[in-house]
């Protein structure tokens, strides 16, 4: 592994690096990781366009399986930009808290697209016009993982006074296990709001690693290829209890 930039911010100490093999491939590739060692987006140096993770593919597929001709997307969470350089033909607006996390993706990953705002994903929805979005992806991490206020019912609620009718809501999530107590009551609170809820896993090889969770929410019911979910399966969660903003717990 070789380090090429590291600074420290308020929110994270960002990383980027490059290295011959990840996740057991061997290749050339740039990394951006974040304090807690979770690596938040990666390029492989010898095809750029290349989507190296899977829960960015799961995500294509499901927003083009549930509606192909949509053109409107918000994303909470940049990373390496992934979604956004993928479509670029669309029209997506993207939401980033910090700037320099936009400022290593432009420099080191090459992002050229003028679609990001700097500054908390959830007022910046908030400003949006209601019915405006086909799809809310929320891709967001800290030190402690998603943000309460991006999974709690009040949150979800907004998602859905932002998309349209048909419109769906997609979470990337890191869950202990496949039935994390969190996870749960994120998909519960996400059943509070949305009439058809679906949950997808990715399996990890050792139990002690955390696993990737995709949950998407809609009006309408959800379609998928288990095919072209790039090793993610469905799955089902126990209930958990509802999250609400910490203000309306007081």
Do not use: C
Not at 174 to 193: G, N, Y
């Amino acid at each position: 592994m070789q380090a090429l930039h590291q600074i420290s911010t308020p929110h994270h100490t960002i990383t980027v690096y490059e290295t011959s093999e990840l996740y057991g491939e061997r290749g050339r590739f740039r990394v951006l990781q974040f304090s807690n060692e979770a690596v938040q987006g990666a390029m492989d140096l010898d095809e750029p366009d290349r989507i190296v993770f899977e829960y960015p593919r799961a995500l294509i597929h499901l927003m083009e399986m549930n509606r192909p001709s949509f053109e409107d997307v918000f994303v909470i969470g940049h990373g390496i930009g992934t979604l956004a350089r993928h479509y670029a033909d669309k029209r997506v607006r993207v939401a980033e808290l910090d700037e320099a996390v936009v400022e290593v993706s432009r420099s080191w990953f090459g992002y050229a697209q003028d679609n990001v705002t700097v500054g908390d994903g959830r007022v910046l929805l908030q400003g949006e016009r209601d019915h405006s979005f086909d799809y809310i992806v929320v891709d967001a991490f800290t030190h402690l993982g998603t943000p309460r206020q991006l999974v709690s019912r009040e949150f979800f609620e907004l998602t859905r006074r932002k998309l349209d009718p048909r419109g769906a809501v997609l979470l990337n999530l890191m869950a202990k296990h496949e039935q994390d107590p969190h996870i749960r009551a994120v998909h519960t609170t996400l059943r509070e709001v949305y009439p058809y809820t679906k949950s997808f896993l990715l399996p990890s090889e050792g139990m002690t690693e955390l696993q990737n969770i995709i949950l998407m929410g809609g009006n309408a019911p959800l379609v998928y290829q288990g095919r072209q979910m790039a090793g993610f399966r469905e799955i089902e969660l126990a209930a958990g209890y509802v999250l609400r903003d910490d203000w309306a717990q007081q």
